[in-house]
């Protein structure tokens, strides 16, 4: 208990310079965040440049009067409220934005982690059992070559292949315009159609990212007293190789699980945005293309927030399966 | 001698490293007789070890057996299939080698220890009745079976760990229990408290204990007969107290005056001078020649046998060979 209160209080510390962090680095950038919200204006309401600007400043929440330590004040002010920030090109809030685009992102993160997390670890513990021979150079050659392909690029060939020459996936969106969001079988097999190509496009690299993490772990384990003990008292190979080998070399691998978690929250804008699928990725990948700081920033922090959490977490998850952690 | 229950005929292991190969263990014969207690004792690095995993098929992957036979129960163990070894082992023949630090799984309780073993040799016991057999051999090797089945091994202490692979050793009974170094690695407390223990596992059950040592005040108190290895040879092997009274081998002299002379007030020390042979490269004939003080030319030449005298102990050395049956001195 000790242990989690220490971590949460220094959770908090790493926040609180991460969302500063943030806070001077977007503020210090040159070009003024308003100002493709003040051309707009300028535009619809055919007002002078200056004005629309003052007024895209007082939308956004934003006093350049005020010196910046006033300003970082009343950011820190907001967030701590849960309000991340105002999008100048959707003309709404970001944690709207996020409320509407989280849970996508967070079906496809968290399918794909969970798919290639499995079959990754299998395939690690089974190319290190059969170590040097054909299966297991096999194995981690093509392992090697597919950690080393982007997401993105799986993401265009796949939409080539599964939406226009296959016609089996569709070509974009999180499920058909037309229908509407319900807990019928039918729309949540059209969700599960339309996240099939992310899912599969971060899922691979993944898993060659964690079948080579979990050979490379695995030999090591091997080589330990308890194993060469556990043989001795003619335990079952099958026993030896899940209970002492894999569940022993697994443990370093779920810190990075959750890490992992953290950064594919914002990871995937490429894959998203390609999909067309309306996740946090597509949202900050418009931001950029938008100058929409004010949602950049607000998508910023969350990303943060979420590696900073699932960091967190994976200390604590740590903690709950090695056993020789809480002593410590 | 009473019945042998293991023999072992001219077994020969050796280690491939980089180097070369080390032989670790030369042409070894010995028969271990039933219900007896055995120590192995030697200096480190004298193949004291390797005697026991090549005896028990255990070697580590760079360890070759490259000649010899082990009989249990007229069977050669070296012929048998993994399978076959698998059900042997720890039903018949416990082995608890070295490193009890790191023997125990650390993502196990010591509980599952039990189960494991106990579900892999297809024995037909619950849960339950698993828990009751281990808590009785906690409480023999003196622990707390309450606080210490549940417990993971990190939260035990060197001397319980010790203790507890002890127990797991006498799950099923075995004839013969085997331990590489039980005590090194502990404290003197826990020490006398694992040989009180053994004492006790020797008086109370049939069972047939060899163990290593290079403790030779422990080999002293606990075993029947003491087998003296030096440079990966067997050099002697005698009753526990003639081998004390009258020690044979020049090595073996040399061994127990070194703890005689602790015990006397003599000022002078009398270990044995230089240092023991390289494995990698040894020194051809004798391994003992060249820091032994009745050398001659045949023992830089020769590999002495293992002979038996007429007292039943038996030693190698040209010193004995030439007096031929009149070692009665």
Known sequence: ?328 | MMKALLKVENLSAHYIVKEGTIKAANNINLEIAENSVTAVVGESASGKSTLIEAITMSLPPNGRISSGKVFYKDNDILKSDYEHLRKIRWTEIAYVPQAAQQSLNPTMKVIDHFVDTVKSHNIKWSNHEIRERASELLKLVRLEPGTVLDSFPNQLSGGMKQRVLIALALLFDPKILILDEPTSALDVITQAHIVKLLKEIKKNRDITIIFITHDIAIAAELADYIVVIYGGHVIEKADTIKIFKEPKHPYTKGLINSIMSILSKDDEPKGIKGDPPSLLNPPPGCKFHPRCQFASEICKKEVPDLIKLDDSSKVACFLYKSAGGDVDE
């Open chain 1, 1 to 328: 208990m000790k242990f989690i209160l220490n971590r949460l209080i220094y959770l908090l510390f790493v926040l609180f310079i991460a969302i500063s962090g943030i806070f001077f680095l977007i503020n210090k950038m040159p070009g003024d965040p308003a100002y493709g919200l003040a051309v707009s204006i300028s535009q619809q309401r055919n007002m002078d440049i200056n004005k629309a600007l003052e007024i895209a400043h007082q939308m956004m929440g934003i006093d350049t009067g005020e010196p910046l330590f006033i300003r970082y004040v009343k950011f820190l002010n907001q967030f701590i409220r849960g309000n991340i920030g105002y999008s100048t090109y959707y003309q709404t809030t970001v944690n709207e934005i996020v409320a509407k685009s989280l849970p996508w992102t967070l079906l496809v993160v968290f399918i794909s982690i969970l798919i290639s997390f499995i079959i990754g670890v299998y395939l690690g513990a089974f190319s290190a059992q059969k170590r040097g021979r054909a299966v297991d150079i096999s194995i981690s050659f093509v392992s090697s070559i597919i950690q080393a392909i982007p997401p993105f690029v799986l993401a265009v060939l796949i939409l080539f292949v599964g939406a226009i020459k296959l016609r089996i996936i569709p070509l974009g969106g999180a499920y058909p315009v037309d229908m509407e969001p319900s807990l019928s079988m039918d729309f949540i097999i059209s969700v599960i159609k339309h996240a099939i190509g992310p899912i599969v496009a971060i899922s691979i690299p993944q898993i060659a990212v964690w079948t080579l993490a979990m050979r490379g772990n695995t030999p090591q384990i091997m080589e330990e007293d308890y194993i060469r003990f556990a043989m001795i008292r003619g335990v079952k190979d099958s026993t030896i190789a899940r209970k002492y080998i894999r569940n022993n070399a697994i443990l370093p691998l779920v810190a990075s699980l959750a890490i992992a978690f953290g950064y594919m929250l914002g990871g995937n804008t490429l894959v998203e945005s390609i999909f067309n699928y309306p996740g946090i990725g597509f949202y900050f990948g418009k931001a950029i293309a938008l100058r929409d700081y004010g949602l950049l920033t607000g998508l910023f922090s969350l990303i943060v927030v979420g590696v900073i959490i699932a960091t967190f977490l994976a200390e604590i998850i740590y903690s709950l399966i090695d056993p020789r952690v809480k002593v410590k």
